[in-house]
C-alpha cells in the first residue's frame, strides 16, 4: 500500500502564495506520475499539475504562469509551488499517484484564499 501524505495548506490573501508538499511512503513516485488535483464542495475533483518520472509538466490553463510542481525523488516527495493565488483557487488539493494501473490519493489540505 502507498500513503501519500498533503501539507502546506492554509489561510493566505489573494495575491499571496503557498507550497503543498506530497510525501510518499517507499520509493514508487520515483518511477510514477504525480499530480494535484482540487475539489470544491458538489464539483468534480480537477486535475492541476501533474509531472512525470521524467520531469515533464503539464498545467491546467487556469494556474499556468501561477502554479510550479516540482519533485524531489532522493525525498520521495512532489511540491506545488502556488503564487499570486486568487479566490476561486480555494479548494481542497489532492496529491495523486499513478502507476499504469495502480493509483493512489492522499487526504487532501485546504487552500482558503481571502479577497
Known amino acids: 500500500q502507498v500513503h501519500l501524505v498533503e501539507s502546506g495548506g492554509g489561510l493566505v490573501q489573494a495575491g499571496g502564495s503557498l507550497r503543498l508538499s506530497c510525501a510518499t511512503s517507499?520509493?514508487?513516485?520515483?518511477?510514477?506520475?504525480m499530480g494535484w488535483y482540487r475539489q470544491v464542495p458538489g464539483k468534480q475533483r480537477d486535475r492541476v499539475a501533474t509531472?512525470?518520472?521524467?520531469?515533464?509538466?503539464n498545467y491546467v490553463d487556469s494556474v499556468k504562469g501561477r502554479f510550479t510542481i516540482a519533485r524531489d525523488n532522493a525525498k520521495n516527495t512532489v511540491y506545488l509551488q502556488m503564487n499570486s493565488l486568487k479566490p476561486e483557487d480555494t479548494a481542497v488539493y489532492y496529491c495523486n499517484l499513478n502507476a499504469g494501473p495502480l493509483n493512489f490519493w492522499g487526504q487532501g489540505t485546504q487552500v482558503t484564499v481571502s479577497s
Open positions: 517507499g520509493s514508487i513516485g520515483r518511477i510514477s506520475t
Open positions: 509531472i512525470t518520472s521524467a520531469g515533464s509538466t
